[in-house]
């Protein structure tokens, strides 16, 4: 517990010392800032130093995407602070410079020029000037954090959005998300029965008729025949009820890995599927299921409507986030608001990420998927 106290006090004094920084530069820029606004030369340019600067030594602020005209009101405004912060640094300076000159003329017999006894700084002068000079230290001193608040606050409030407007976005944006993907299930929920209604069990009624047939023959012949045809049936119901399962949830994806998940979705596909995985590690089962059924969903897509010659899928990671590209060479025209598309957008954005389409009359047709991932 006192390590952990040590840790905390040397991380807010490193802070301050950061803020010291960041006010310091602030108040020669706050100058040069005012100055573009003034001619209308370099604003953006010198809002976006401002904007790095207060990231650099405080924390990121939020923006909106910059305007000419939102950064010239900006900086017109924001040298107020940057005065601001001079003045404070300057009244620092000044009382640790008295509190220091004190304190080496008392030690060291100096020649004071206020109050002595005989050639001696007293302790009475010291303790007289102390209790209000170490509350000028104090308030300064607090000062510098308060600037640099007020600074990232200016910018939040004239360039950015703020935290609390942020959180609620975040929780609206959360709200809609549970909705799509409750909806989303729902949809699937039907296509799987859609699928179990029309395939496996129209197979297995098939499958009961030529077993009754079978135990109805009068010839051998007769009864070979229609065995044949029901074990053909019974090879079909099993095919399609394993493709069923394997929209649900592929079981390789958990024995196997992502890998192999892919190279049987290429194995199983009616067209020619070409694979790039970057990945050197798993991101996890969540992403990866994800992962498997973008690159799924986009094959099957193609290969019913598009009449491509290749479907190439290709994974690669980026610094926070996994980007998925599925292209084709079919002859386009991919509708995103359709049921197995916009299905998959739902659950793309369930987990934070983005979903594009780009698929012109003539095509080829590319999907892109961006996952965010620690």
Known sequence: MHQEGQL???????????????????SVTGLLGL??????VGVVGQTEYELGRIA?????????????????????????????????????????????????????????GLIKDGDRVTLEL?????????????????????????????????????????LRQRVAELTSTRAEVIEAID????????????????????LGMLIGR???AKGEEQLQELLQQAHLTASEAIDELREVATRVYPAVLDDSGLETALEVLAERSSVRVEISNE???????????VIYFVASEAVNNAAKHADPTVVEISVWPAPGDITVMVWDDGFGGADPTGTGLSGLARRVKAVDGTFEVTSPEGGPTTIYARLPCE
Request: hydrophobic share 50%.
């Open 8 to 26: 905390s006090a040397g991380s807010l004094v490193r802070g301050w010392f950061r803020m010291l920084a960041g006010l310091t530069i602030g």
């Open 279 to 289: 990945l050197k590690s798993s991101p996890g089962t969540a992403l990866e299921t």
């Open 214 to 216: 079978a135990r109805r």
């Open 187 to 206: 949809d699937e929920r039907r296509r799987i029965e859609r699928d179990l209604h029309d395939g496996v069990q129209q197979r297995l009624v098939a």
């Open 56 to 112: 650099r030594f405080d924390r990121a602020v939020h923006t909106n995407p910059l305007t000419r005209k939102g950064c010239r009101r900006y900086l017109a405004v924001r040298w107020l602070v940057g005065t601001l912060g001079a003045g404070v640094i300057s009244m620092l300076a000044f009382w640790y410079a008295v509190a220091i000159s004190m304190v080496t003329a008392w030690l060291f017999d100096g020649d004071w």
């Open 126 to 166: 010291i303790a007289l000037v102390a209790i209000p000079g170490a509350l000028v230290i104090f308030v300064t001193t607090a000062g510098v954090v308060g600037v640099a608040v007020l600074d990232r606050w200016l910018a939040t409030a004239m360039l950015g959005t703020s935290q609390q407007t942020l």
């Open 35 to 40: 100055a573009a606004a003034a001619v209308d």
